[in-house]
């Protein structure tokens, strides 16, 4: 009895582990435009029960934030659960959650907390988060056909295509990829340049924020849009 008992505790235990299995790790390295430096790195997990955890470092003369975070997303793409543990640029304490169930959004951080009801599709902007973050943000808004989603805890983030080239990577392979600029974060507008997802199931839209760098793309570009300022490189 004691035998088939521990057999079955054993079963069991290997059941549960098979659901947190990790199916997909992609690895980004950060790397300087002034010096072609590594500067940090992020490691996304995607786990085959839908949960997606990441560690996010990066260092700037010292400075940087140190971030593990795990997300799980709705069918639109945007989150309905985040948390996010570890140290701002400056060294600050980050301890922040957000939670949806239903049409109730809400929220918690170490500066600030708060509800609201929310119908339809909605962003958070976590006050310290990844690329990866903003990389869902990016396949949460290419789903909507008005390329714009309300943010919370308040805002809207639109996004627009500024240019469009084909770039070549180090190992003969070739995609297309566009230039767009957001708007709705912050005073000015951002620019990304972002791919086809290739993780994110049944979306073939631009989606994802370029994972490799296109040196290639940025100086063709460069002279038609000059204020798309540039920002480190990250590759796989």
């Not at 400056?90 to 708060?114: C, L």
Request: hydrophobic share 35%; proline share 4%; charged share 20%.
């Amino acid at each position: 009895m004691k035998r088939v008992s521990a057999v079955l505790a054993l079963a069991i235990a290997s059941a549960f582990s098979a659901q947190a299995a990790v199916t997909q790790t992609t690895r980004y390295v950060i790397i300087s435009e002034n010096n072609g430096k590594q500067m940090g790195e992020q490691v996304v997990e995607n786990h085959d029960d839908g949960l997606t955890k990441v560690r996010y470092i990066y260092k700037d003369n010292g400075r940087g934030p140190e971030l593990t975070e795990e997300f799980r997303l709705a069918a639109d793409g945007t989150m309905l659960y985040y948390h996010s543990k570890g140290n701002s640029t400056f060294g600050a304490v980050v301890d922040e959650t957000f939670e949806r169930n239903g049409t109730k959004a809400q929220w918690k951080s170490t500066t600030e907390q708060g509800d609201k009801y929310v119908a339809g599709p909605a962003v958070y902007v976590a006050l310290n988060g990844s690329f990866e973050v903003d990389s869902r943000a990016i396949a949460a808004l290419a789903k909507t056909a008005s390329a714009s989603i309300p943010l919370l805890p308040s805002g809207t983030l639109k996004q627009a295509v500024l240019d469009e080239v084909q770039v070549t990577g180090p190992n003969g392979q070739s995609q297309q990829v566009q230039l767009v600029a957001q708007t709705g974060l912050g005073l000015s507008p951002k620019f990304l340049w972002i791919t086809r997802a290739t993780t994110l199931p049944c979306s073939r839209s631009w989606s994802r924020a370029l994972s490799c760098s296109p040196s290639k793309a940025g100086r063709a570009t460069a002279r038609r849009w000059p204020n798309a300022r540039k920002s480190p490189k990250r590759r796989c």
